[in-house]
């Protein structure tokens, strides 16, 4: 008896361990955290461009983690990127005006979301919100064609 | 010429016949009528041998191998200063890949070769034939519960052979090498998804379970009854179980970066 006793003992801290490391490795290595998706409230903001935007790519202000992006979507009508903001903490209120821009963590990190509040301190940004004052994450490519493209006008500029 | 073809031949029809077998063997052993308040005082001494002995092995690879990548991914990625992504990098190099593989290779070589020599022995020694003599099925008796504790016990090891090369790969990393904590643990936070990367291999883990224990408990019930026979059987245990981990590995991979 006092055999079997231990047997089970054994196989029961095995299987506690093992839930541990389930809930380590989702908690803490995944970081899905516990209240996400109940807290807080989420709005849209609309791109011209996301870029290298994904999904559960921060949202800050300030610098400070406010929240996470939720969803990245095309609008098929206006063919603008629609991206789903989830800001975490219901105190946030945001005002009405607020601005978002799509930045990069140093030079070869991903990209994040940063919102500047607005001044309106009448209105605030609820649940379903739109911000469309926005600002377009910076292509490299880009930058580096209308820099070829302005250093070849002006040597023409020069030449004629 | 001819001798070749017939030995393909033959080597063809053994194979399918094994198969054949092993497929058998799982079905009559797994398809019973429940019979829980029996079966499993029988399950959870398996449960002991084939996962709780299993355990120091376990976190003992887990430590080094954890640790080793944490220390190669440190000198990789300090030549391009990212020594911040160090946390990615030992996350989704253990979640991914080594944890649920190096697990299954490990499992294999201590609970699947023990399966095949502790069966093939009870068949060697006649047990399994007494039993049946004795009107107890050995198919629920033996096989069943083992098979049962192996497949269980196998996602286990990998969850905690991943959370401890973590805890490795932060020993080197943070404590020893001076890699920034928060930044260690935020960006394997950021590049980790629950679905894709963590459940992918829980999903990977628990196949391999299924595979090895079926092999091992097939190659001991499936033993020529002598000495060399049990060695052979417990040799074939760890070369197909190895050899198929490593094969699906290649497979599910794909099949899973192409669904994901």
Redesign the interface.
């Known amino acids: 008896m006092l055999q079997?006793k231990r047997?089970?003992t054994?196989?029961g801290?095995?299987?506690l361990?093992?839930i541990?490391?389930?809930i380590?490795?989702?908690l803490?290595?995944?970081?899905?955290s516990v209240y996400s998706g109940t807290k807080g409230y989420w709005i849209t903001a609309v791109f011209n461009n996301v870029g290298d935007l994904k999904v559960?790519?921060?949202v800050t202000i300030a610098g400070v983690r406010v929240g996470e992006v939720s969803g990245v979507h095309m609008d098929p009508k206006t063919f603008k990127a629609i991206v789903a903001l989830h800001i975490e903490k219901a105190q946030t209120q945001l005002p009405a005006d607020s601005s978002a821009h799509i930045y990069t963590q140093g030079l070869?990190g991903?990209n994040y979301i940063s919102l500047t509040p607005g001044f309106d301190d009448q209105h605030f940004l609820q649940n379903g919100s739109r911000i469309t004052n926005t600002h377009s994450a910076l292509i490299l490519e880009d930058l580096i064609g209308q820099l070829l493209f302005s250093l070849k006008s002006s040597d023409k500029n020069k030449s004629g | 010429m001819l001798k070749l073809v017939n030995d393909i031949g033959e080597f063809g029809v053994e194979f399918l016949r094994g198969l054949g077998r092993a497929g058998l063997l799982l079905f009559h052993a797994l398809v019973r009528k429940p019979n829980v308040r029996k079966s499993f005082p029988l399950l959870i001494e398996q449960l002991y041998a084939v996962g709780f002995l299993s355990l120091l092995i376990i976190i003992a690879s887990a430590l080094f191998i954890g640790m080793v990548v944490g220390l190669q991914g440190f000198n990789t990625l300090n030549k391009f200063g990212a020594t911040a992504q160090l946390g990615q990098l030992v996350a989704l190099s253990v979640v991914r890949e080594l944890g649920p593989v190096v697990t299954a290779l490990l499992f294999a070589g201590r609970a699947g070769s023990a399966l095949t020599a502790e069966i093939g022995l009870m068949k060697t020694t006649e047990q399994l034939v007494s039993m049946e003599m004795m009107g107890v099925d050995p198919l629920w008796r033996v096989i069943a519960p083992r098979f049962w504790a192996g497949f269980i016990a196998m996602p286990l090891l990998a969850m905690i052979f991943s959370v401890i090369a973590i805890f490795g790969g932060y020993l080197v990393g943070v404590v020893w090498l001076g890699v920034d904590a928060g930044a260690f643990w935020n960006n394997m936070q950021v590049a980790i998804d629950f679905r894709t990367d963590i459940l992918n291999g829980i999903i990977k883990s628990i196949i391999f379970g299924f595979v090895i224990t079926w092999i091992a408990v097939f190659q001991g019930y499936d033993t020529v009854p002598t000495a060399p026979g049990i060695s052979q059987a417990t040799t074939r245990t760890v070369v197909y179980a190895s050899l198929a981990v490593l094969g699906l590995d290649f497979v599910l991979t794909a099949l899973m970066l192409v669904l994901a």
Do not use: D, H, N
């Open positions: 079997t047997l089970e054994a196989v801290f095995f299987l361990f093992s541990g490391a389930l380590i490795l989702a803490k290595v995944g970081g899905l559960r790519a921060p070869l991903s």
